[in-house]
Structures are given as structure tokens and as C-alpha cells.
């Protein structure tokens, strides 16, 4: 159970990742994720992006050149073709992520297309095609039985996100792929995806640096901070490569809790004993440690940051309300708190 819903986590994450780049992709199923020898997911570069295009999917139909898994995987309102629907992407891929979970969380395909059990797939494909083929709407079933009734430790309300990610009807879906990624979260009890959106909402604030800018004012006022970054002055644009460091510092920051994301609560997903190497903040981590920056140091890092994102003079706009403001200073404490674990316990290269 913990590794169907690590790999859902992996790819409903892979998936908003993908939109919020304008990345198309393809349906995804199950022969579409490889999982690395630590059981990471990872997408195919082949996920086929065939059936993106509505027109290529009816032909398929009509000439019953696509697979039954397919049909499976495909929201309803891309096989209608008496009722075209051009829904957003995000409605449909939400679709597809929530008859993955069900179909890994249970080992079944949900019940979604009018077909005979004992059926082999292609006939089973033959039948469906005919009756879209037709302009049939028989074809299409509300799914009875739930992930919960078939697996019942799988969590109400992670069953409650996925059966709503698969609803029929694409209205009764989450608005978009990152509300469906939050209710996942919310249900694992993660922070994220709460981070994430803060940080997304202080870039969108401010002009390029300024929040880096800001959040070194703040960290080097310290107390014995300063001198581990004072040659940075003497250097040509030091300032400017070190902002761009603490930029992609934070995103590997997100990597790193996004691969380590696979216990319920995101405090307890590893201890620094355990976290693999080498990953997405190894070469910040040994930076800092050839630097000789200390814990003490660090939990500074972790206030001069929260501060700069919900502090009086936040970049994050909802940090204006003084409880909302304790909220996300509290998702950012949690999400920090094994980052700075691990940069903590880093050995020089």
C-alpha cells in the first residue's frame, strides 16, 4: 500500500509539474511508470501522447486499433463523440491519475465501461468501440465500487479524492490537477504542496531576486554568519550567483522532500541515517559543509526564510492576514525541518 501510494505521489506530482512547464503528456497507465532501484516512480519518455487529440481517438475507435487499457484510461468526455467536450487537460488527466490509483490500489480496472467480466480484452475493446462507434451512451458506467470496499485500508478520504478524481462527469472533478494533488496531500496529511504554492505565490510577488536579496539581509545580520559569506563581495556578479544558488537550492529542496514523500506525516519520511545518496541537495549540503555552517547557523536559515516569506514584510500576499500568516510559517518550518537535518549531517566532498 505504501508504495501504490508513493508512486501516485510521484506522479500526480510529475503530472502538475509537467502542466504548471506546458509539458504535454500522454495517458498515463501503469506500462508508462518505471521505478528505480529505490522504487522512485518515474514517467516513460514514451508516454504516448497519441490520443491528446480527440480526432486521432475517435479514428482509433472506429477502426478498433486501440488497446482496452486505453479506453480505460481515457475521461469519458474525450470518447464521447456525441457530446464532444473539450475539457481542460488538467480535468483529464485527473481522470486518468484517479483510474490509475484504482487500478493499482486494487488490482482491478474500475468499472466504467459497459463490458462483459469474462470478456478478453480485445473483445471486450470490439464492444466498446462498436458502441461509440455508434454514438452510444450505454457505454459509459458510474464507477459502484469504491477503492475503500475493495482495499478497506486505504484511507477514507484518499479513497474520497480518488473516486472524485474519476467522476463521470468532468464538473464533479476537481477545478484543476493541483487542487486533486492538494486533496492527496491533505489526505496524507503532507505540507508540500502548501509550501510549494507559497513559494510560487512570493516569485509571482516580486521581481526576479528580490526575495533572495531580502531573505540574505535577514540571514547574515546573524550573529557569526556574515564571515562565511564575505568574499562574496570581492567576486564579479558574487551576489548574483549566490541569489541563483539559493534558487535552485529551494527546487532541489522540493525534489528532495517530493522523493522522500512516502510516510504519512512529512516530518517523520526519513531520518538522516537513511536518506540516500546522492540526490538533489548532495552537492548544496557539501558546499555549506566545506563552508563550516552549523546547525546554529542553519536554524537561523530556516527564521531569516520563514520571515521573508509571512514575516511583517512578507513576500507571500495571504501572509497579510495575521492567521494565515501563522499557518505558513508553520508548513515552512515543517517542510525545512529535514532539509536542514540533512544539511546538517553532510560531510565535505
Not at 481522470?95 to 463490458?115: D, F, I
Not at 531580502?214 to 549566490?242: C, L, M, N, P
Not at 512529512?266 to 538522516?272: E, T
Request: net charge negative; glycine share 4%.
Amino acid at each position: 500500500l505504501d508504495l501504490a501510494r508513493q508512486i501516485l505521489l510521484g506522479i500526480a506530482t510529475a503530472l502538475d509539474t509537467a502542466r504548471r512547464h506546458k509539458v504535454e503528456v500522454g495517458i498515463v497507465k501503469p506500462t508508462d511508470i518505471l521505478l528505480d532501484d529505490y522504487e522512485q516512480p518515474h514517467l516513460s519518455p514514451r508516454v504516448r501522447l497519441t490520443y491528446l487529440d480527440s480526432t486521432k481517438l475517435r479514428s482509433a475507435i472506429r477502426n478498433k486499433s486501440i488497446k482496452f487499457e486505453e479506453l480505460v484510461y481515457s475521461a469519458p468526455e474525450l470518447l464521447d463523440s456525441a457530446n464532444p467536450s473539450l475539457q481542460p487537460r488538467e480535468k483529464t488527466d485527473q481522470y486518468s491519475l484517479g483510474v490509475l490509483a484504482y487500478h493499482l490500489l486494487t488490482g482491478n480496472y474500475p468499472e466504467t465501461l459497459k463490458v462483459e467480466g469474462n470478456q478478453t480484452a480485445d473483445s471486450k475493446r470490439d464492444f466498446v468501440c462498436e458502441l461509440l462507434a455508434a454514438n452510444s451512451r450505454d457505454v459509459f458506467l458510474n464507477v459502484e465500487t469504491s477503492i475503500h470496499e475493495r482495499r478497506p485500508e486505504v484511507p477514507a478520504r484518499l479513497n474520497d479524492a480518488f473516486m472524485r478524481m474519476m467522476s463521470r462527469d468532468p464538473e464533479r472533478r476537481y477545478s484543476t490537477l493541483r487542487d486533486a494533488l492538494k486533496a492527496m496531500c491533505v489526505a496524507e496529511r503532507a505540507t508540500l504542496i502548501e509550501v510549494r504554492d507559497s513559494y510560487d505565490r512570493c516569485m509571482k510577488a516580486c521581481e526576479r531576486h528580490a526575495f533572495f536579496e531580502a531573505f540574505y539581509k535577514r540571514f547574515i545580520e546573524q550573529d557569526g554568519v556574515s564571515k562565511h559569506f564575505g568574499d562574496i563581495d570581492d567576486k564579479e556578479d558574487g551576489w548574483t550567483k549566490q541569489y541563483d544558488m539559493l534558487e535552485r537550492a529551494i527546487e532541489a529542496s522540493f525534489d528532495f522532500a517530493r522523493d522522500a514523500f512516502v510516510s504519512d506525516a512529512f516530518k517523520d519520511m526519513f531520518s538522516a541515517e537513511e536518506t540516500r545518496e546522492p540526490n538533489a541537495l548532495t552537492q548544496y549540503a557539501r558546499k555549506h559543509a566545506e563552508r563550516g555552517i552549523s546547525l546554529k547557523h542553519y536554524e537561523g536559515f530556516t527564521e531569516a526564510l520563514v520571515q521573508t516569506v509571512c514575516g511583517p514584510k512578507g513576500f507571500d500576499p495571504e501572509s497579510r492576514d495575521p492567521t494565515r500568516a501563522k499557518e505558513i510559517g508553520r508548513v515552512w518550518r515543517d517542510f525545512m525541518g529535514p532539509v536542514i537535518t540533512y544539511f546538517n549531517n553532510a560531510k565535505p566532498s
